[in-house]
Nanobody
Framework: QVQLVESGGGLVQAGGSLRLSCAAS????????MGWFRQAPGKERYFVGA????????YYEDSVKGRFTISRDNAKNTVYLQMNSLKSEDTAAYYC?????????????????????WGQGTQVTVSS
């Protein structure tokens, strides 16, 4: 059974940093692109960024460009989200998700319905 498990969330002051991890199991990890989404209370789940199966291509939502970085270690079946210069509006539950290589496109990676597997989420709270 495929599992994606996020970790690394917590409470941080504005301007601080956090690194989220997402560890995959029972998944041919190197054949999947990985995405990060976030969801604030009462709001929809929004795309944050994604990384291709090789790690060679990344996309980010405009509000996090220059602050967030996605990377992956296929040997460890893990994808990371490095978040710097955090703002109060970054407060949300963060989810990682796996997208099949065949669905990878700049358009589809932004759609939550394109992803096959999801983690349970980790909470990030940024205090101002």
């Amino acid at each position: 059974q495929v599992q994606l498990v996020e970790s690394g969330g917590g409470l941080v002051q504005a301007g601080g940093s956090l690194r989220l991890s997402c560890a995959a199991s029972a998944l041919t990890f190197s054949r999947y692109g990985m995405g990060w989404f976030r969801q604030a209370p009462g709001k929809e789940r929004y795309f944050v960024g994604a990384i291709s199966w090789s790690g060679g291509i990344t996309y980010y939502e405009d509000s996090v460009k220059g602050r967030f970085t996605i990377s992956r270690d296929n040997a460890k079946n893990t994808v990371y989200l490095q978040m710097n210069s955090l703002k109060s509006e970054d407060t949300a539950a963060y989810y990682c998700a796996a997208i099949e290589a065949a669905r990878w496109s700049p358009y589809l990676i932004r759609k939550s319905t394109s992803y096959t597997y999801w983690g349970q989420g980790t909470q990030v709270t940024v205090s101002s």
